[in-house]
């Protein structure tokens, strides 16, 4: 059975950090592009940052110079470090997993956490 379990959510004023991690199991984890989503009631899901199986990261142009994503395989864990928060990044968080390329297309992606809630406020 597959799980992806986020934690690290939380509230911070405009311009805090927070690091977001991601322990996933039941699948092989190295073998996964993850990526993390953010999405806000009313909107479509949206693409936060992406790693590949490489270790090669990619991000949205709204978090660009601001968040960093990393992976950890000895511990199956996915990290997102947000520095110089704003509040339109708030939103619910959620980590996802796809076979070996990435991609940013939500239906893509074959496993999903639950979110974690990250509130930023002015």
């Known amino acids: 059975q597959v799980h992806l379990v986020e934690s690290g959510g939380g509230s911070v004023p405009n311009g805090g950090s927070l690091r977001l991690s991601c322990v996933g199991s039941?699948?092989?984890?190295?073998?996964?592009?993850m990526a993390w989503f953010r999405q806000v009631p009313g909107k479509e899901r949206e693409g936060v940052a992406r790693i590949s199986t490489s270790d090669n990261p990619t991000y949205g142009d709204p978090v660009k110079g601001r968040f960093t994503i990393s992976r950890d395989n000895t511990k199956n864990t996915l990290y997102l470090q947000m520095n110089s928060l704003k509040p339109e990044d708030t939103g619910l968080y959620y980590c996802?997993?796809?076979?070996?390329?990435?991609?940013?297309?939500?239906?893509?992606?074959?496993?999903w956490g639950q979110g974690t809630q990250v509130t930023v406020s002015p």
């Open positions: 996802a997993a796809k076979y070996y390329f990435c991609t940013w297309r939500t239906a893509a992606f074959d496993y």
């Open positions: 039941g699948y092989t984890y190295s073998t996964y592009c």
